[in-house]
């Protein structure tokens, strides 16, 4: 832009007028704070500015849309004031011809997707929700449908600007502080408060999406047609029913997908739908097993035993659940959380029959199963995908649901697998370690950007053993 | 529509502005804040994907930028045909109580000062066969309250202003709209806690812009705000005086 006789900001007082109704976060109001499994709830103060930069002076850490299930955008104990980027969410930069985007890291994922979708770009890699900060996906290196191809969101992230522990505001990309850049990929926003964040989109043929879906008659087809689907589709994912046993137990969905073709989509652009939101009704013992056994049942059979294919509205395709807004208001005020683990590539299906089994046997209440092929590990230290496939069980927090985590995570440490903490709020420090190896050169990097352990959250006190 | 805009950068300005880049609107943005005005200039240029948004430098607490600020606005632009205000400062009863300084300074930009700035829109829009002036005031001024008492005698006078220039120069081919939110989410609310019918900026964008396209000279957003203020409005001194609202 070009700007017109514009003096420098005198520095007198009424620059500083406006402050008292703009919150640092020493008189941010004491809030209750949880992330999307509403379990644990942790109370601290979330200063909300438009000026990132301001009030991420003397926070321990920075949330977005606090989209990750458990703990990791909630304060650490005795360091509860945190700054919250959600009004910090301008686009600043973007190049056609390139495609790469820059924006400050409260700017959600739906906003960019509604600026760029008509004009033919996207992301190359998005969650299962649009609901999510830039600086989140970032943090959390996200993953989606397209990872046995474009591995993670931090493999498409060109340039982080960052304030890191000591204060300083500094850029970080391959080139310049690669240390740094590689372990804020991944590094759950431990190693620096990402203020804005860079990416390069991807060119689309049209913003409608191909989709094709197949119903599967048990576990060993399910795995088998996802296999299948990734060698010749772009975009794979498969819903499986984990709650029903016999021979039946993993038949599912598998869903396969790309960008619809000129000739074949429709002409004019996708319209964007207003989500209406689940009203906060819900007591904790209101979704039973029973019920979920029948809403299973009910989206195998309506399915049909043919393969269906057409053209599907994006959001459709990439965020089914986003259609109501708060749906995790129906587990309760108890909430729920998700374990999401990846059991490694091996021979045969052996190692995915023990997990169902063993789920089985703990006569877990797995409400919805997302398993999800991965692609080779990428750049970030810390980052969850690696080769094999991925299950993201939804289950409701109960007095059991520490012990179920901890011999699900018993298991996947023998199998060579990890979990993903984005979603996490049960494992322990001693399990995490020991499915993860490179933890102790992640946690180096962040040491040398944060000797003092200034930034912390809820999560790296209970996984990486910060000391209050 | 051809718009000035005095605070596109925060809150609600930041939701109307990016609505009105969408569907194709020239924007010239006033703020006093260069940076922050150079950084929503990019925002709304890659919203509205073509064209340059240009912005000059204008003080609600200096009056004497006003008219400098406008003439360059119709340099750039051309001409326009709209002005748009959502710019103020927002304090709690409480610190407004204490501090005399930001007393003063609260009740000179949302009072006098923003009065000053519509009486300098209001010639030039006259001048060029009239348009829109579209100003954003509050529930707040609805009524005395105790927890508003000063910010709400500011936006009292300012929203009585709006309606006195609305009925004499509609003839005349000026629009005058006086906007009305109740509780949104923004960074002015940040430290407060959010009553029922909390909006999102969005929402108010959307409202805003429609009453634009209609000359509709008051807006309540969210609207279910105009009965609860007609409820208050009819209570008796006597149980306005027991509640806290």
């Known amino acids: 832009m070009t700007l017109h006789a514009l003096p420098r900001r005198p520095a007198d007082s009424e620059a500083d007028a406006i402050s008292t109704a703009d919150p640092t976060g020493a008189d941010a109001p004491l809030t209750r704070l949880s992330g999307w499994g509403r379990y644990p709830v942790v109370e601290g103060h979330e200063a909300l500015s438009e000026n990132l930069e301001r009030i991420t002076g003397g926070a321990a850490l920075t949330r977005g849309l606090g989209r990750s299930y458990g703990d990791a955008s909630l304060p650490a104990p005795g360091h509860n004031h945190v700054a919250g980027s959600v009004l910090a969410d301008r686009v600043l930069a973007f190049d056609p011809d390139t495609g790469i985007v820059r924006a400050e890291a409260g700017c959600p994922l739906w906003r960019l997707n509604r600026i760029f979708l008509p004009r033919g770009f996207f992301t190359p890699v998005t969650p299962g929700t649009h609901y999510v900060t830039l600086g989140g996906m970032v943090a959390a290196d996200v993953h989606g449908k397209s990872h046995h191809v474009d591995g993670c969101f931090g493999e498409h992230v060109t340039r982080l600007k960052m304030r890191v522990a000591d204060g300083r505001i500094l850029e970080c990309s391959d080139d310049e502080e690669r240390d740094l850049f590689r372990a804020t990929l991944g590094g759950m926003g431990l190693t620096g408060h990402i203020l804005e964040v860079e990416f390069r989109l991807r060119r689309i043929p049209t913003p409608w999406i191909w989709q094709e879906s197949e119903r599967t008659a048990d576990f060993d087809s399910t795995l088998e047609r996802l296999r299948a689907g990734s060698q010749q589709w772009p975009m794979t994912v498969c819903w499986a029913d984990f709650l029903i046993s016999g021979p039946r137990a993993g038949r599912g969905l598998v869903m396969v997908g790309r960008w619809a073709e000129p000739g074949e989509a429709p002409t004019t652009p996708p319209r964007f739908r207003h989500a209406p939101s689940v009203p906060p009704l819900f007591p904790s013992w209101f979704l039973q097993p029973w019920m979920m056994r029948i809403f299973n049942w009910l989206i195998y059979v309506k399915h049909g035993a043919r393969v269906r294919r057409g053209i599907v509205h994006p959001e459709t395709f990439f965020y089914p659940l986003d259609v109501v807004r708060n749906w995790n208001r129906i587990y309760g005020p108890r909430g729920f959380t998700q374990y999401q683990c990846v059991l490694p590539t091996s021979g045969d299906n052996g190692r995915h029959h023990r997990f169902l089994a063993r789920l089985h046997e703990l006569n877990a209440p797995v409400f919805l199963c997302v398993p999800k092929d991965c692609g080779p590990e990428g750049k970030g230290m810390l980052s969850f995908p690696k080769p094999g496939v991925s299950y993201a069980l939804d289950l409701p927090v109960t007095a059991q649901t520490q012990a179920l985590v901890d011999a699900l995570n018993e298991f996947v440490i023998a199998e060579g697998g990890r979990v993903y903490l984005a979603k996490d709020a049960f494992t322990r420090a001693e399990h995490f370690r020991a499915m993860e190896p490179r933890l102790d050169a992640w946690k180096r990097v962040r040491r040398q950007w944060d000797p003092h352990g200034t930034l912390r959250s809820a999560q790296s006190v209970r996984v990486f053993g910060d000391t209050p | ?245």
Not at chain 2, 8 to 37: H, W
Request: charged letters at 25%; a positive charge; aromatic letters at 8%.
């Open chain 2, 1 to 245: 529509m051809k718009v000035v805009f005095l605070g596109a950068t925060r809150g609600m300005g930041r939701a109307l502005a990016r609505a009105m880049a969408q569907r194709g609107d020239q924007l010239f943005l006033l703020g006093r804040d260069p940076e922050e005005l150079a950084r929503s200039a990019q925002d709304l240029e890659v919203i509205a994907g073509s064209g340059k948004v240009e912005g000059a430098f204008c003080d609600l607490l200096r009056p004497e930028t006003f008219a400098p600020a406008l003439d360059q606005a119709a340099q750039a632009l051309g001409s326009f045909d709209t002005v748009v205000i959502t710019a103020g400062l927002f304090a709690t009863q409480e610190q407004l109580e204490v501090d005399a300084a930001l007393r003063g300074e609260l009740l000179t930009a949302d009072f006098t000062n923003t009065i000053q700035f519509c009486e300098e829109a209001r010639q030039r829009l006259l001048a060029g066969g009239g348009g829109t002036l579209c100003v954003f005031s509050s529930v707040a001024g609805e009524r005395g309250r105790k927890p508003v008492i000063l910010y709400g005698a500011a936006k009292a006078g300012l929203s009585c202003y709006l309606e006195g220039l609305d009925h004499k120069f509609r003839a005349q081919g000026l629009r005058t709209i006086c906007v009305k939110p109740g509780f949104v989410k923004t960074g002015m609310t940040a430290g407060l806690k959010p009553p029922p019918f909390a909006a999102e900026p969005d929402d108010v964008a959307t409202a805003v812009l429609k009453a634009i396209d209609r000359g509709r000279p008051e807006v309540y957003v969210p609207g279910i705000w105009r009965w609860v203020m007609l409820a208050i409005r009819n209570l008796p001194r006597a149980v306005m005086r027991r509640i806290a609202f």
